[in-house]
């Protein structure tokens, strides 16, 4: 998954979590010093090891059938959740997100990792 930073100052995701579940919304927590800056894009990958990619990894997939995907703020703001997306069946080298960036409705694109957007 890919975060986008749309504000012109850096975003701290220290200690905010991603999760697939309302059962468990803590069940992925930003190490400390994660940090997005102004206009910059954040990779996340969603799976169980630190694989080749290097960067961050999560401790749990994505379904390819479809499922949400939540932020969710940290511990001593509640863990709130901030922000989420839910998406259907997914297909191979296609991905899931808003065009234009930032504002536009969520759709099917190609993947652009760390560039805007494509349709």
């Known amino acids: 998954m890919e975060l986008y930073n749309r504000s012109d100052s850096e975003v701290e995701l220290s200690g905010m979590y991603l ?25 996340v990958w969603a799976e169980y090891d630190d ?6 990894h999560t401790n749990f997939r994505l379904s390819g059938d479809g499922e949400r995907l939540f932020l969710i703020d ?10 989420f997306v839910e998406f259907g069946p997914q297909r191979p080298d296609i991905s899931y997100g808003r065009h234009p960036d930032e504002v536009g409705e969520f759709q099917l694109m190609y993947v652009t990792p760390g560039r805007n957007n494509k349709k």
């Open 74 to 83: 940290r511990d001593d703001r509640g863990n709130r959740i901030l922000d």
């Open 51 to 56: 694989g080749d990619e290097g960067g961050l």
């Open 19 to 43: 999760s697939d579940s309302t059962d468990k919304l803590r069940k992925w927590k930003f190490p400390e010093g994660t940090i997005i800056s102004e206009g910059a894009y954040l990779l």
